[in-house]
């Protein structure tokens, strides 16, 4: 805690009735102690050296001596009464649990929660005005959790990636969060420079966190999910704290109009390039909307039977080594090299809605693009879903800030 213990005065010999009453008096401890945790507690008063009695100081937490079945998600309390409080511990194992002690020394309040199946060690030294001294012990267990009672959480961005400006925050939990209000007042997002953004479920296992606009180019952020013990709802709890920094790159943003057939590509707000491309031909039209980059590929499969045309339909296809491929949709678009159709680059609709180029140019865009990158698409009636990828830039904030829990 960072408090030091204060030196224990030499103890004086006293008459057996004074110190039972002493004992009594202070440091009364309630529940039965649990023999079986192998606890050694115990409670002791050791007055100052003076004429002055010792001060009547006491220690209470809200947790018992010997207690089992403590809730994960007890915060440990220890208050002083008629004294300070000068130094509290706890223990779990190895792990010492952070705590921040008030200003007057009247309490001491974990920051954290308590891990499951957990026998834990308290230790607080209080001294009162006269000088006296109070010391307390008590060891606790808490309740068992099994891996069904507990919701593990994976971040995205990974710690340390660096991405584009359209990256939004991903955080998915293995088994379903119904106390998102609870889960949500511990997930933070901390950028600098600051912007502001909000939290948006799009499930009870997937929550989304964007800024108002794309992310400014150069911004360092982190993601602080602290959910370790929160409870989730219907008895699951969080099972783990996570943080992951991350950072945003140059701003890369590929505008694609589907009627002229170009792309142009903006980098830090400059124009460096127009790409001659081919999109969705009737049938298979490209959504229009804001799509963002989620991964890339240096060769890629394709196969039709992943967006349901089978071998016997004229339409079917099976690519083994599409080059640079980069993927905007879950359903299956990409922006990809297309050298079967470089003659209809810059003129006509060819592809199953995918957005083809030659392989030079898909090789230049490769090169430049990471996850994160924003690709606006315009020109066609079919718009871009909003789950169907990362597709948070499909609603205006105002709009997507509703989908926060709180």
């Given at each position: 805690?960072?408090?030091?213990?204060?030196?224990?005065?030499?103890?004086?010999?006293?008459?057996?009735?004074?110190?039972?009453?002493?004992?009594?008096?202070?440091?009364?401890?309630?529940?039965?102690?649990?023999?079986?945790?192998?606890?050694?507690?115990?409670?002791?008063?050791?007055?100052t050296p003076s004429t002055t009695p010792s001060d009547p100081v006491a220690i209470s937490a809200n947790v018992k001596k010997g207690e089992r079945d403590v809730p994960v998600d007890r915060l440990v309390d220890v208050r002083a009464t008629a004294g300070r409080l000068e130094d509290v511990t706890l223990t779990g194992g190895t792990t010492t649990v952070k705590g921040t002690l008030a200003s007057d020394g009247a309490s001491w309040k974990a920051d954290g929660r308590l891990e499951p199946g957990t026998l834990y060690t308290m230790a607080a030294t209080a001294r009162g005005a006269q000088g006296g001294t109070t010391?307390?012990?008590?060891?606790?267990?808490?309740?068992?959790?099994?891996?069904?009672?507990?919701?593990?959480?994976?971040?995205?961005?990974?710690?340390?990636?660096?991405?584009?400006?359209?990256?939004?925050?991903?955080?998915?939990?293995?088994?379903?969060?119904?106390?998102?209000?609870?889960?949500?007042?511990?997930?933070?997002?901390?950028?600098?420079?600051?912007?502001?953004?909000?939290?948006?479920?799009?499930?009870?296992?997937?929550?989304?966190?964007?800024?108002?606009?794309?992310?400014?180019?150069?911004?360092?952020?982190?993601?602080?999910?602290?959910?370790?013990?929160?409870?989730?709802?219907?008895?699951?709890?969080?099972?783990?704290?996570?943080?992951?920094?991350?950072?945003?790159?140059?701003?890369?943003?590929?505008?694609?109009?589907?009627?002229?057939?170009?792309?142009?590509?903006?980098?830090?707000?400059?124009?460096?390039?127009?790409?001659?491309?081919?999109?969705?031909?009737?049938?298979?039209?490209?959504?229009?909307?804001?799509?963002?980059?989620?991964?890339?590929?240096?060769?890629?499969?394709?196969?039709?039977?992943?967006?349901?045309?089978?071998?016997?339909?004229?339409?079917?296809?099976?690519?083994?080594?599409?080059?640079?491929?980069?993927?905007?949709?879950?359903?299956?678009?990409?922006?990809?090299?297309?050298?079967?159709?470089?003659?209809?680059?810059?003129?006509?609709?060819?592809?199953?809605?995918?957005?083809?180029?030659?392989?030079?140019?898909?090789?230049?865009?490769?090169?430049?693009?990471?996850?994160?990158?924003?690709?606006?698409?315009?020109?066609?009636?079919?718009?871009?879903?909003?789950?169907?990828?990362?597709?948070?830039?499909?609603?205006?904030?105002?709009?997507?800030?509703?989908?926060?829990?709180?």
């Amino acid at each position: 805690m960072g408090f030091l213990r204060s030196a224990k005065p030499a103890a004086l010999m006293l008459a057996a009735a004074t110190a039972a009453a002493l004992l009594t008096g202070c440091n009364a401890d309630q529940g039965a102690p649990n023999a079986s945790d192998g606890a050694s507690e115990s409670s002791s008063t050791t007055p100052t050296p003076s004429t002055t009695p010792s001060d009547p100081v006491a220690i209470s937490a809200n947790v018992k001596k010997g207690e089992r079945d403590v809730p994960v998600d007890r915060l440990v309390d220890v208050r002083a009464t008629a004294g300070r409080l000068e130094d509290v511990t706890l223990t779990g194992g190895t792990t010492t649990v952070k705590g921040t002690l008030a200003s007057d020394g009247a309490s001491w309040k974990a920051d954290g929660r308590l891990e499951p199946g957990t026998l834990y060690t308290m230790a607080a030294t209080a001294r009162g005005a006269q000088g006296g001294t109070t010391e307390r012990r008590l060891r606790f267990r808490t309740s068992d959790l099994s891996l069904a009672q507990q919701t593990y959480p994976s971040v995205a961005p990974l710690d340390g990636e660096t991405v584009g400006v359209g990256m939004p925050v991903i955080v998915t939990f293995d088994l379903p969060v119904t106390d998102k209000k609870a889960f949500e007042r511990h997930m933070h997002v901390i950028s600098q420079p600051t912007q502001k953004g909000s939290w948006h479920w799009l499930s009870d296992k997937e929550a989304h966190w964007r800024p108002a606009s794309y992310w400014q180019a150069g911004t360092d952020v982190t993601v602080d999910i602290g959910i370790n013990s929160v409870p989730a709802g219907n008895g699951v709890y969080g099972q783990e704290d996570r943080e992951v920094s991350f950072h945003v790159g140059d701003s890369h943003v590929y505008r694609v109009n589907t009627q002229t057939d170009q792309m142009k590509v903006w980098v830090n707000k400059q124009m460096v390039r127009t790409i001659p491309i081919t999109t969705g031909k009737a049938g298979f039209t490209t959504r229009s909307g804001t799509k963002v980059i989620v991964e890339k590929f240096a060769t890629k499969r394709m196969r039709s039977e992943t967006i349901g045309i089978g071998k016997n339909n004229p339409e079917y296809y099976d690519l083994s080594d599409v080059q640079w491929a980069m993927r905007l949709t879950y359903s299956g678009e990409f922006i990809h090299a297309a050298p079967w159709s470089v003659g209809s680059q810059g003129y006509a609709n060819v592809s199953h809605g995918c957005t083809g180029m030659s392989t030079a140019n898909a090789k230049w865009l490769y090169d430049l693009s990471r996850r994160g990158d924003v690709v606006e698409y315009t020109g066609t009636n079919r718009p871009m879903e909003f789950s169907n990828g990362y597709g948070d830039w499909n609603e205006p904030f105002a709009q997507y800030t509703a989908g926060s829990a709180l």
